[in-house]
């Protein structure tokens, strides 16, 4: 690597530590709940139930980093447009071809059965499923599946259910509802794109996978098995249009999971799952302050390998990241990817840095090629940037 490229990834760097330096303030936004103290949940239980109350268990209207930015507008951009992240994506998303990818989709869940059928119904059930067939033999879509629909998609669907109802949304359930499935459908749209195959596994999705986490994350035995055992939130990126091309650039979407080691209160083992495969460990700090290590695989492709059905595999590269967070809502981060366009990406989301009383959310990209992208973000979560065309 030359000097210009060591220099701009030691400068992206130190901007992460240094943020360390910095506490984010508290205050919550307009119209949010003000944050109660969050109790150490993955603590062992006591004679006194320390579970929070439903409502308020995945999403506590922190004032800082990501859970600021949490919104569903945040949410569907984030979640729908998460396959643009992809090293091949067409990020012109003002160039895509939505209506015949829509149909698409459509197609595929109204006549599911014609769909699978087509598929194989060995085959769907073998790869989209049950644990039958890996990645190598061009199956293995049920651990997307399970994990990022199921466990990632129920945990978001209920703290998006917590957003509607803190703010006194008269049907809370509904407008979830609604939103999720307007995420899940641009994902699909996304994914599968204009082609004239329906898809199966947009019928695994849409209707069983994503309808299943929805309706068993609404049970309160489901929700309290989870919250008094691990710690699981969203770390999204910060969507930006970015110019002069008007491409989508840092959108993705990623589950966190975090649970406590056994005789320590100052460590945790934590894994991020959705725009990168990661296993680390967490370190506390004072004042409900966590830096995170991490390492392990990003999917950094998703080709097909079947133009006769549609099937698609992914291709995996490595991938390490540094998180720094204050009770589970993520302040920033810096990842370092293989072979892909974006070698290193910082994240500053809002609380870290102030500017004439404002605290925006800040990236920036050291690309392969050399060059840097940047880029703004508001407290919605979704911003504008400039880089090379």
């Known amino acids: 690597m030359s000097h210009r490229g060591r220099r701009g990834l030691h400068l992206a760097a130190a901007a992460l530590l240094l943020s360390g330096c910095a506490r984010p303030g508290n205050a919550p936004q307009v119209g949010q709940v003000a944050p109660a103290a969050r109790p150490d949940t993955t603590a062992p239980r006591t004679d006194v139930d320390t579970t929070p109350v439903r409502g308020a268990r ?67 059930i073998r790869n989209e499923l049950l644990p039958f067939t890996g990645r190598g033999s061009g199956g293995g879509q049920w651990v997307p599946n399970y994990q990022l629909h199921f466990l990632g998609g129920g945990m978001t669907g209920v703290r998006i259910t917590e957003w509607f109802t803190q703010r006194g949304v008269a049907h809370p359930e509904l407008a979830a509802f609604g939103t999720v499935y307007a995420w899940h459908f641009l994902t699909e749209a996304i994914e599968h794109g204009p082609a004239e195959v329906e898809s199966a596994d947009a019928v695994a999705d849409l209707l069983i996978f994503d309808l299943a986490a929805f309706l068993v994350w609404r049970t309160d035995r489901v929700q309290r098995l989870v919250i008094e055992h691990v710690e699981m939130t969203n770390w999204p990126g910060q969507p930006t249009l970015q110019f002069p091309d008007r491409t989508a650039e840092n959108v993705q979407m990623t589950a966190m999971l975090r649970v406590r080691l056994p005789r320590t209160t100052n460590w945790r083992a934590m894994t991020t799952f959705g725009s990168a495969f990661l296993l680390g460990v967490s370190r506390a700090q004072r004042e409900g302050y ?9 999917p ?3 080709p097909i390998v079947d133009p006769e059905t549609g099937q698609r595999t992914v291709v995996l590269a490595p991938s390490a990241g540094i998180f720094w967070d204050r009770d589970g809502s993520l302040l920033a981060s810096l990842l370092v990817r293989a072979g892909r366009t974006e070698a290193a990406t910082l994240n500053v989301h809002p609380g870290v840095v102030r500017i004439a009383g404002y605290s925006p959310g800040l990236w920036a990209q050291w690309l392969r090629s050399r060059q840097l992208r940047v880029g703004l973000a508001t407290e919605l979560g979704l911003g504008v940037g400039v880089g090379p065309p």
């Open 290 to 298: 966590w830096i995170s290590l991490a390492a392990g695989l990003d």
């Open 300 to 302: 950094r492709d998703n």
């Open 58 to 124: 995945f999403y506590r209207s922190r004032g800082w980093g990501t859970e600021r930015q949490f919104n569903p507008l945040s949410l569907v951009v984030n979640g729908g447009l998460d396959q643009l992240r992809t090293e091949h994506a067409d990020t012109r998303v003002f160039q895509l071809q939505y209506g015949r990818s829509f149909r698409n989709v459509f197609r595929s869940v109204t006549n599911p059965e014609r769909v699978i059928r087509r598929y194989g119904w060995n085959r769907f």
